[in-house]
């Protein structure tokens, strides 16, 4: 595997400890970041050792989302006169990351501490169990900065079901560690980090104590009648990415956000109504 900026690696055993580690950024997901959890997915699948990968993030957050600088780049850059438009493939990678720690053999468990937000929710989403502090906050917050949650909605409708999907995607509402509990976000919620570390560490004994080949072909069977229409979904969702980008929503919502003012809207057109 090539060096790794934004992981930190701890195997312990059979369980690999996987940390995305950009605290300046609350560990958003930078462009590389991606790259190297799809190089850690690569490397964990072919792993005949490992039971178990927890996913947690540095100093005190899980994940802010994507990456601000990430955005404001695409924004500038020109949209092609034919052909895929980058943004759109670059989009896609992303989704195609989530999908392969869904598909992990291994148990994968989110530890999640601070913001869990936009793409750091997706990654909760493709968790098999979530562990968290009762003062962390989850949302969608991305309809809010003129994005839609392209890649991450079906995933989070998968784990908690379209209603509830819905209610987070498009009031970019913040839920704290109990509330995620509720709509079936996270499985436990503990009062601080100590209580968290007991929880996971007795999560972990009760994973090891199963087979890791009936663990595996349970999770395969769980996934198999999702898998046919993922691929074409986050497709569809990887075009309509771009098209907030390029046609200039995300630019005012991101610049918004930025200078702390609320965004200026362009109305729906009429024969989108």
Same mark, same amino acid.
């Given at each position: ?7 930190i ?8 400890h ?8 609350r ?8 790259i ?14 490992l ?6 993030? %540095? ?5 802010a989302g994507?990456? &601000?600088?990430?955005?404001?780049q ?15 493939t @670059?989009?896609r ?16 468990? @989110?530890?999640?501490?601070? %913001? @869990?937000?936009? *793409? ?5 989403a ?7 502090e009762? *003062? %962390? ?5 991305e309809?809010?900065?003129g ?6 909605a ?6 908690? *079901? ?6 987070l995607?498009?009031?970019a ?13 996270? =499985?436990?919620?503990l ?7 007991? %929880?996971?560490?007795?999560t ?9 080949? @009936?663990?595996? =072909?349970?999770k395969?069977?769980?996934?198999h ?10 497709d &569809? ?28 809207w362009?109305?729906?057109?009429p024969e989108?109504a």
């Open positions: 595997m090539s060096d790794l900026q934004n992981l690696l701890t195997r312990n055993g059979s369980i690999l996987v940390t995305l580690n950009h605290p300046a950024t560990n958003a997901l930078s462009r590389q970041m991606v190297e959890l799809r190089e850690v997915a690569a490397q964990c699948k072919q792993d005949a050792g039971r178990c990968v927890v996913l947690r993030g %540095a100093r005190g957050n899980f994940c994507g990456n &601000f600088a990430d955005f404001q695409m924004i500038l850059s020109p949209a092609p006169a034919e052909g895929e438009d980058p943004i759109a @670059a989009n990678e992303f989704g195609r990351m989530l999908q392969e720690w869904l598909k992990l053999p291994q148990v994968v468990i @989110a530890v999640v501490e601070g %913001a @869990a937000m936009g *793409g750091g929710l997706g990654l909760v493709i968790a098999d169990m979530a562990l968290t009762g *003062g %962390a906050q989850f949302a969608m917050p309809t809010s900065i994005l839609p949650p392209a890649q991450i079906p995933f989070v409708a998968l784990r908690i *079901g379209q209603s509830q999907t819905r209610r995607a498009l009031t509402a913040k839920l704290d560690g109990w509330q995620a509990q509720q709509a079936g976000l996270v =499985s436990e919620v009062e601080g980090a100590t209580e968290l570390e007991v %929880a996971l560490q007795k972990l004994r009760s994973i090891l104590r199963s087979a890791p080949r @009936a663990l595996a =072909s349970t395969a069977i769980l996934q009648r999702d898998a046919v229409w993922m691929d074409e979904t986050l &569809f969702a990887a075009q309509q990415f771009a098209k907030a980008l390029r046609n200039g929503d995300a630019a005012e919502g991101v610049s918004a956000y930025t200078e702390k003012r609320t965004a200026v362009v109305e729906l057109p989108a």
